[in-house]
């Protein structure tokens, strides 16, 4: 960390001039130059993804390891195989934690603004990531203002330890921001209450711009009402210029699990995530169902094979079965069950304001 400070300060990076990424020059960034088809196939690179709540993925950092019951059929594990064909996959195994220099300046060369998810195939504060490349992507996040970066991570104590140290060192990102950048969402994984009450309270201590939580695969029921933003609350966001003075989570995503071997999300979970947003005033976004869909969404269809449908236990299904008291749950594929929570299809996201607001910690 020492070593990240004493180059800041010197404001020359020769770690990332080695290795060819972004040094700082008098008038703002560049990389050496390359061949037109490098460029060309570098700027495609991440352009467009299926995920619901971002528009581009950046993955300056590949593979990961496994750290509770939400990665137990990771789809960036499940993925690693199909990747092997390329140079940076290539015999290396998922648990292989990889950092690329050469993929640092691909935002900015993405001329649209756009949301990034950062590391969809990691998790940036891994620990087998270096302090000094955390800080490199960082310094990418600063320059690249027309984006806005999703940071998700299992591993808030780490990002809590970096980033602290940044601020208490005065370590400028951006003038006038610090270490805090408005256009980069600090947020969380979390797959039950056990995952929830050990990450969220940390990345609430941690400064940054806007705090979220992703909770998916939702495995059980979460309460969060505790940890979420007040500032829109309905009521408090009549008072002219109220700013809840505690820190909150100010977006949440839920979605269920997809892949050959995911587990069931219940109705139930969903809907208690999304009425805590809205008696808090807190944008939410489901994401999809997954594999599997809750009997009583209008979307399940009837008439599915038998073998397609499954008690809560885990039991099949038997049209003798009658009437249980568990939710009964029909595979159907993520894409035919969708991302309608009882009919309505929730996007929200936070405000472009809120980055401004809060990019001085609060």
Known sequence: MDEIIGRARAGFDTEGLRHGALVPLQRGWARPARGRRDRQRRTRLGKTTGIEWTESTWNPVTGCSKVSQGCKYCYAERDWGRLQHLPAYHGRAFTDVATHSNRLDQPLRWQKPRRIFVNSMSDLFHPDVPDLFIWRVFIVMAQATRHTFQVLTKRPDRAFGIISKWCDTGLVFRSGYGAVLPNVWLGVSVEDQAAADERIPILLKTPA??????????????????????????????????????????????????????????????????????????????????????????????????????????????????????????????????????????????????????????
């Open 209 to 362: 711009a806007v705090r979220w939580v992703s909770a998916e695969p939702l495995l059980g029921p979460v309460a969060i009402g505790a940890y979420l933003s007040r500032t829109n609350m309905p009521g408090l966001r009549l008072m002219p210029g109220f700013i809840d003075p505690l820190p909150g989570l100010q977006w949440v995503v839920c979605g269920g699990e997809s892949g050959p071997h995911a587990r069931p999300m219940h109705a139930a979970w969903a809907r208690a995530l999304r009425d805590q947003c809205a008696v808090a005033g807190v944008p939410f976004l489901f994401k999809q169902w997954g594999e599997w869909i809750d009997a009583d969404q209008d979307e399940c269809p009837v008439g599915s094979p038998r073998d397609r449908w499954m008690w809560a236990d885990g039991s099949p299904f038997f049209s003798q079965d009658g009437q249980r008291a568990m939710p009964l749950f029909c595979r159907t594929g993520k894409k035919r069950a969708g991302r309608l929570l009882d009919g309505v299809q929730h996007d929200g996201y936070p405000s472009m304001l809120d980055g401004d607001l809060l990019a001085n910690g609060a």
